[in-house]
């Protein structure tokens, strides 16, 4: 069985300053877990992945997400939030190897304030 | 553009109508997946394809649902006698194959149903 917790349902940050989205997971097996973004009438774009490699995992636009298992989380961040970074962020969880049935999270909508 | 493409991309239907939705993955991904996303959550698995075999359907999927790929390529989901409750995004995704590394899902824009 696996499960996400998104803690924060909406988030809002100025222009400029730092960005986390908190994401915990519960599995009963070693999991892979992935952060996507969602813009307005846009697909799905995954922004990072980790897969049991470095527990620091960078992404693109300048994301990144730390896998801590002690505390069965995976929340994502970036130093300095842009426009155009405003969307809804998922962070999903499935087991690792074989194939892949993803959970995702509920979701958590970033607002940035010029 | 070599990406996931979904069709139609919006659709609006009245109650007790049958609706097709059909969906190309990338041409070289095996797994094919359907997910539904309605208003404020995530998407939520519906069923997935490696190849032409459907390995797994959700609870959700009830028996007004049918998903197909027949010749391993292109996907259809089939939703009939159409409920407002069905009103949502569906979502497909498709991947290359993996063992024991858990490849990236590549999802594309969403087929948007409105039952009236």
């Known amino acids: 069985a696996q499960s996400v917790t998104q803690l924060d349902s909406h988030v809002s940050v100025s222009e400029g300053t730092p960005v986390l989205l908190r994401c915990n997971y519960s599995?009963?097996?070693?999991?892979?877990l992935f952060w996507y973004v969602q813009h307005p009438n846009k697909g799905l774009q995954l922004l990072l992945k980790?897969?049991?490699?470095?527990?620091l995992v960078k992404g693109i636009n300048g994301f990144e997400a730390e896998f801590k298992k002690s505390e069965t989380s995976f929340h994502l961040t970036k130093p300095s939030a842009h426009m155009s970074d405003a969307a809804e962020y998922f962070c999903?969880?499935?087991?690792?190897?074989?194939?892949?049935?993803?959970?995702f999270g509920t979701g958590t909508k970033l607002q940035v304030i010029p | 553009d070599t990406g996931v493409s979904q069709n139609p991309r919006h659709k609006i239907t009245k109650r007790g109508q049958n609706v097709t939705f059909r969906c190309d993955p990338i041409?070289?991904?095996?797994?094919l997946y359907w997910y539904r996303q309605t208003l404020g959550q995530g998407p939520e698995f519906l069923t997935y394809?490696?190849?032409?075999?459907?390995?797994?359907k959700s609870r959700l999927l009830s028996d007004r649902f049918s998903a197909e790929r027949p010749k391993g390529s292109f996907s259809t989901l089939e939703i009939q006698r159409t409920e407002q409750g069905d009103s949502a995004m569906y979502l497909c995704?498709?991947?290359?194959?993996?063992?024991?590394?858990?490849?990236?899902?590549?999802f594309g824009p969403g087929t948007r149903l409105t039952v009236l």
């Open positions: 394809f490696q190849n032409e075999a459907q390995l797994e």
């Open positions: 980790y897969t049991s490699a470095a527990t």
């Open positions: 995704a498709s991947s290359t194959p993996g063992q024991g590394i858990s490849y990236e899902q590549f």
């Open positions: 041409s070289e991904h095996n797994r």
């Open positions: 999903v969880v499935s087991p690792r190897g074989g194939y892949q049935k993803v959970t």
């Open positions: 599995s009963s097996y070693s999991p892979s």
